[in-house]
């Protein structure tokens, strides 16, 4: 099929033009919604179900971005020097993989029901504000860090579980194929 769109208007002429492309649809059995993508690549590269597939693992990349710069400030770089820039990525990065791994150390201490109630966003957002008490907690003397740890791993714990038990999440759908 072809998706035909106007242009925008040059020295006062407006012109058309046409997009190639095919519709796919594929039929979500559980539910049965139906999902539609547009693609341009032919059937013979890529069928409907591979199609689905890579939308999926799309949103999984958009959703990694969307969380290195909400809560770890990717979007926010100070400098336009290329080293200061690369270092700042490496930092968030290296920030995201710290909370990823606190993250799972937090879950296995949990029920297994608590455990999928803590969202990835949320933990995020909540690591990234209590991030310097984290660092105190591994730097200071044993005595301090002991006090601090007794106040923080109740807070964290308390804050990261949803209190919104049905509601769905959005990387949750993603990895189970719901969402396109």
């Not at 033009?17 to 590269?45: D, M, Q």
């Not at 201490?109 to 990835?120: G, H, K, S, T, Y």
């Not at 106040?151 to 396109?180: C, T, W």
Request: net charge positive; proline share 4%.
């Amino acid at each position: 099929m072809d998706l035909r769109f106007h242009k925008r208007a040059y020295n006062g002429k407006r012109s058309g033009a046409s997009f190639p492309c095919r519709l796919v649809g594929i039929k979500n059995h559980e539910t049965g919604v139906y999902w539609l993508y547009v693609t341009n690549i032919p059937p013979t590269k890529l069928d409907a179900l591979d199609v689905g597939r890579i939308y999926s693992a799309r949103w999984l990349v958009e959703l990694f971005f969307r969380e290195l710069k909400t809560s770890y400030r990717l979007d926010q770089m100070p400098s336009s020097k290329r080293h200061i820039v690369e270092a700042l990525i490496y930092a968030a990065l290296l920030t995201m993989v710290a909370s990823r791994v606190l993250l799972e150390h937090f879950r296995s201490l949990m029920a297994v029901d608590l455990r999928q109630r803590i969202p990835e966003e949320r933990w995020a957002g909540l690591f990234a504000t209590k991030a310097s008490d984290i660092l105190a907690i591994l730097v200071r003397p044993r005595r301090d860090a002991d006090v601090l740890e007794r106040y923080l791993v109740p807070f964290i714990v308390a804050e990261a579980i949803d209190p919104n038990v049905a509601r769905s999440r959005l990387l949750g759908r993603v990895e189970d194929g719901h969402v396109a």
